[in-house]
Nanobody, 129 residues
Framework: QVQLVESGGGLVQAGGSLRLSCAASGRSLSTYGMGWYAMGWFRQAPGKEREFVAAITRSGSNTYYADSVKGRFTISRDNAKNTVYLQMNSVKPEDTAVYSC?????????????????WGQGTQVTVSS
């Protein structure tokens, strides 16, 4: 089992920056370490379906982004700290959503929600214009 807890959300003005963190814990991490899991960030805006934002491989050597955030957001990870980050720069009002991190017992980049095994509860990000 893996538990994921997001933090760092809040209210930010358009054009500003925010860094989200996702802390992982659980029995599986004790056995395999966080480097066993591919990680991703997703978001869900009011009235919309949850959508993919960014993903990172087990080692952090490869990343992938949705077109809507490419060039503005950066996903990274620190396996020694069991933490994944999402640096959000030049935010826009349309970035307003609940952001959730997810873990997949998989190799490579994982973008499909159905391929993720564990999910956090999410953290609210609100961008004012």
């Amino acid at each position: 089992q893996v538990q994921l807890v997001e933090s760092g959300g809040g209210l930010v003005q358009a054009g500003g920056s925010l860094r989200l963190s996702c802390a992982a814990s659980g029995r599986s991490l004790s056995t395999y370490g966080m480097g066993w899991y591919a990680m991703g960030w997703f978001r869900q805006a009011p009235g919309k379906e949850r959508e993919f934002v960014a993903a990172i491989t087990r080692s952090g050597s490869n990343t992938y982004y949705a077109d809507s955030v490419k060039g503005r957001f950066t996903i990274s990870r620190d396996n020694a700290k069991n933490t994944v980050y999402l640096q959000m720069n030049s935010v826009k009002p349309e970035d307003t959503a609940v952001y959730s991190c997810a873990a997949a017992n998989a190799i490579g980049i994982v973008t499909a929600q159905s391929d993720y095994d564990y999910w956090g509860q999410g953290t609210q990000v609100t961008v004012s214009s």
